[in-house]
């Protein structure tokens, strides 16, 4: 297809970045389209593990990368990441375009994300990654955001730039906080000038002449559908549509442009973080922990350990609806080997009724029991699989319930971290 989503179907760490990179062997170009620095997408090729923050995951088969301008940039983070890089073989001096639109995040704007998620209750506390995307998302549509362009605008920057970090420092003050080093802070920003100015570009144009032109363009999505700032468990949410709805605004590509909405999901179900956002089927006892280990399930960006639970095909069924999905990608299937009969969560009860679907209450989904399906388990090691038929019999027939329970086929199955360790399905 000549323009494809990934995206996540869960609560993030899905595996996305091995899928894109996965893809991106046959893509022009890869494209991030919102999201920003607080997730990260780890990439293994044979024995080198790459973790991608802002960088398009497909850069490493050589496509070109697109910071869009749905993206919030960091662009320190960016800077670093880039030389990183570098340092091991992949320059991207010629081969990155960022947004010209692409809303900048300000060195107040991490400190106030802190201090505004330590001022909530406990009850309400997002367990921020305090990198400040929030806080940037938020003066973006209070129309006091700082984008590429105008950092590139000698007479804008001047203007508005001491404005903001001030303004910045008046909400610290104002939430007991201590307020930045302003003179450093300018100085620090003015110093992305030159960084930035050979990146930056109309990205929108740059893919709606690419798509004119038959190229063929990998939309890569970060965070994951059910932290999408509208579809997601409000409040317990990223500051973006992370899902297929996000395209548009995020890019200037035209929804109508998109040939393929493909969902990755791991075969089980993780979110980071001890306490914010409901989970419903967390298993707390041995299995989760069996999962955790097995899945070495620690955040790429913020090394968090992550909530583990069985597959909920009522929250992955609620974003395929959502978005359209066309395929399934499922990861770490090969972390359910040996763990004996596993369960699929195909309802929930709660207040003594079943329900099939994904309830907007946080709380009324806090206190939802999943209704759970058992399939048998299966043995063995599984890496070596490259066709179904290279799978055990128990991991087909388990990847059949999920496909029967959500009404979306599995078309790629990862059976571990390495780019090599993939099945493709027949496309049916």
């Not at 496509?63 to 749905?70: D, E, F, L, S």
């Not at 991490?110 to 990654?129: C, H, K, Q």
Request: hydrophobic share 40%; charged share 25%.
């Amino acid at each position: 297809m000549a323009v494809t989503c990934v995206f996540g179907a869960q609560w993030g760490d899905e595996g996305k970045g091995k899928i894109v990179d996965f893809l991106a062997k046959e893509a022009d170009l890869v494209v991030r389209y919102q999201g920003g620095a607080n997730a990260g997408h780890t990439i293994r090729i044979g024995a080198e593990r790459f973790a991608l923050r802002l960088v398009p995951s497909g850069v490493l088969q050589g496509a070109t990368g697109v910071i869009a301008n749905g993206v919030i940039l960091d662009a320190g983070v960016l800077r670093g990441e880039l030389e990183g890089l570098a340092e091991r073989g992949f320059a991207l001096a010629d081969s990155l375009k960022v947004s010209d639109r692409a809303h900048l995040v300000l060195p107040f704007h991490g400190p106030l994300d802190r201090a505004l998620d330590g001022s909530r209750n406990d009850l309400w506390r997002n367990d921020t990654t305090g990198r400040g995307i929030s806080t940037c998302a938020g003066d973006k549509y209070r129309y006091e955001g700082f984008r590429v362009a105008d950092l590139l605008s000698e007479r804008v920057r001047r203007d508005r730039l001491a404005y903001l970090v001030e303004r910045g420092n008046a909400m610290l003050r104002g939430l007991g906080a201590e307020p930045i080093d302003a003179a450093a802070a300018i100085a620090g920003v003015e110093s992305w000038v030159e960084f930035l100015r050979p990146f930056a570009c109309d990205t929108g144009k740059l893919l709606r002449d690419a798509q004119k032109a038959g190229q063929r363009i990998l939309l890569e999505g970060a965070q994951a559908a059910l932290l999408d700032v509208d579809f997601g468990t409000y409040p317990f949410v990223s500051a973006s549509s992370t899902g297929v709805n996000g395209i548009p605004a995020g890019t200037g590509l035209p929804l109508r442009r998109l040939d393929r909405a493909l969902a990755v999901a791991k075969a089980y179900t993780t979110r980071v973080g001890s306490l914010a956002g409901p989970f419903p089927t967390r298993e707390e006892g041995q299995v989760g922990e069996q999962m955790q280990e097995r899945g070495r399930e620690f955040g790429t960006v913020t090394g968090r350990r992550r909530r583990c639970g069985w597959f909920d095909a009522v929250s992955v069924r609620h974003v395929c609806e959502t978005n359209g999905v066309d395929a399934l990608a499922l990861t770490k299937i090969d972390v359910l080997a040996g763990l004996g009969p596993l369960k699929l969560c195909v309802g929930y009860e709660i207040d003594g009724r079943t329900i099939d679907t994904f309830p907007a209450d946080v709380d009324l989904l806090a206190r939802c029991t999943p209704v759970y399906r058992e399939v048998a388990g299966f043995d063995g090691d599984l890496s070596g699989a490259r066709t179904p038929d290279d799978l055990p019999a128990g991991a087909r027939a388990y990847v059949a319930a999920i496909e029967e329970e959500i009404g979306v086929p599995v078309e790629i199955i990862s059976v571990g971290p390495e780019r090599t360790e993939t099945v493709i399905v027949d496309a049916r």
